[in-house]
């Protein structure tokens, strides 16, 4: 089966630590994305990654840091120094930039407390 | 920041009636798109269409773009109860990435 898994679903953590998000794609899609979501606020971009080895920051990037080692592979690490970090997580694959649609994963929740 | 904006924030129909959902954008695009989230769950496509193109159809599904007016619709006839769920739009402006609104909550009751 084809498509983008992201793991854990759920994820607690105390405040102060530092949490990795995993995206893991098999659609061979150059192009990888996060976005976070918090209620009535629609998607808002992360990070985003076109090819391996390069990435660039969204709109709302600090805070979070990002590696892309694999070309199927787009983990996200959220800092301590993510204010406000209880959010759902989505990331999405695509081919390129944003003239194609892009494949979404079943998200992660994330609690801090 | 969000170039597309859904309106209304949220619907209420019922089974059989028509939905129609709104998106305005600010700035010329390359192309929209509409997505459905169902609650706790990632984002599934629907519909790509193109600044040249007016009207595109997928099923029960028909999207209109209006590049004069920056707006677009999402009419979903002959809803059911399943159609219950958040629609977004989301834009392409030919820079980097696509920009999402805040969605439209589609509630289908029986």
């Known amino acids: 089966d084809g498509g983008i898994t992201q793991s854990p679903k759920y994820l607690f953590r105390k405040e102060g630590q530092n949490v990795t998000l995993s995206c893991e794609q098999n659609?061979?899609?150059?192009?990888m994305y996060w976005y976070r979501q918090d209620p009535g606020q629609g998607l808002r971009l992360i990070y985003y990654?076109?090819?391996?080895?390069?990435?660039q920051k969204g709109d709302i990037a600090e805070g979070y840091s990002v590696s892309r080692e694999k070309k199927e592979s787009f983990p996200l690490t959220v800092t301590s120094a993510q204010k406000n970090p209880t959010a759902f997580y989505l990331c999405?694959?695509?081919?390129?930039?944003?003239?194609?649609?892009?494949?979404f994963g079943p998200g992660t929740r994330l609690t801090v407390t | 920041s969000q170039q597309g904006e859904e309106d209304p924030q949220a619907l209420s129909i019922q089974e059989g009636e028509n939905a129609t959902m709104n998106c305005s954008y600010k700035?010329?695009?390359?192309?929209l798109q509409w997505y459905r989230q169902n609650s706790g769950r990632g984002l599934v496509h629907l519909i790509l269409?193109?600044?040249?193109?007016r009207e595109k159809h997928s099923g029960r599904l028909r999207v209109t773009l209006d590049t004069s007016k920056k707006s677009s619709s999402l009419l979903i006839t002959a809803s059911r109860a399943a159609d219950t769920a958040s629609y977004f739009c989301?834009?392409?402006?030919?820079?980097?990435?696509?920009?999402f609104g805040k969605g439209t909550m589609l509630l289908v009751s029986p």
């Open positions: 700035t010329s695009i390359n192309n």
């Open positions: 659609l061979n899609h150059d192009a």
């Open positions: 999405a694959s695509n081919t390129g930039t944003g003239v194609y649609e892009q494949y």
């Open positions: 989301a834009t392409y402006s030919g820079y980097s990435t696509l920009t």
């Open positions: 990654s076109q090819i391996v080895n390069d990435f």
């Open positions: 269409i193109r600044s040249n193109e």
